[in-house]
């Protein structure tokens, strides 16, 4: 189970930082990944993190949205900064294991207004 949370109103240029916690899971195993989807639209990555610390990040969130982990808390990270309007939407948490399992978790809406 995901529950991700931390989302908000914020300016634009403005900064948030999304968390989701894990639970009932083997989180290391997990590669974990932050999803967003606007209004209207269909969900798209965002970025992704694995154990090691491997990060990759969609054009649009890169050198401004940076991801991290913390294994020991079973907890994935998400720090946005330089926030502009294009960025709202809803963002998702998601924990894939190979072929073995994909977990989705509730969303956490950011707004960003202009």
């Known amino acids: 189970q995901l529950q991700a949370f931390g989302g908000g109103l914020v300016q634009a240029g403005g900064s948030l930082r999304l968390s989701c916690v894990a639970s009932?899971?083997?989180?290391?195993?997990?590669?974990m990944g932050w999803y967003r989807q606007a209004p209207g639209q269909q969900r798209e990555f965002v970025a992704s993190i694995i154990s090691r610390g491997d990060t990759n990040y969609a054009p649009n969130a890169k050198g401004r949205f940076t991801n991290s982990r913390d294994d020991r808390k079973k907890s994935v990270y998400l720090q946005m900064n330089s926030l502009k309007p294009e960025d709202t939407g809803v963002y998702y948490c998601n924990g894939v294991r190979g072929t073995i399992a994909d977990h989705w978790g509730e969303g956490t809406l950011v707004t960003v207004s202009s």
């Open positions: 009932g899971m083997m989180f290391h195993l997990y590669r």
